[in-house]
């Protein structure tokens, strides 16, 4: 089944695309987006458990120097809406 999870990250100033550019390397990250806020960086990402999402941000992410903190919230419940917005 896995775990589904967001992960918000307040980065160095100015560092957002080259930590967007690294952690989408990662195959856990399905998604990942440069948001204005509080936070800076949003991904969401796929593990098989938690103790995978654990080694994922404590070995992976962690790691990148230009992360100051994150805030890992683990999806409970999916909701799609009815309309696809198309891309233009």
């Known amino acids: 089944m896995g775990v589904q999870a967001y992960i918000l ?3 160095n100033s100015g560092t957002e695309r080259e930590v967007c550019e690294k952690i989408v ?3 856990e990250v399905l998604t990942a ?3 204005y806020g509080e936070y800076d ?3 969401k990402v796929f593990v098989q458990n938690l103790a995978a999402l654990e080694t994922f941000t404590t070995d992976k992410i962690r790691k990148i120097p ?3 903190l994150t ?3 683990i999806i409970a419940r999916k909701y799609k809406g009815k309309n696809v917005r198309s891309k233009k």
């Open 33 to 35: 987006d440069i948001i």
């Open 71 to 73: 805030s890992t919230m």
């Open 9 to 11: 990250f307040k980065v």
């Open 66 to 68: 230009s992360i100051l």
């Open 41 to 43: 960086v949003i991904t």
């Open 25 to 27: 390397e990662f195959d």
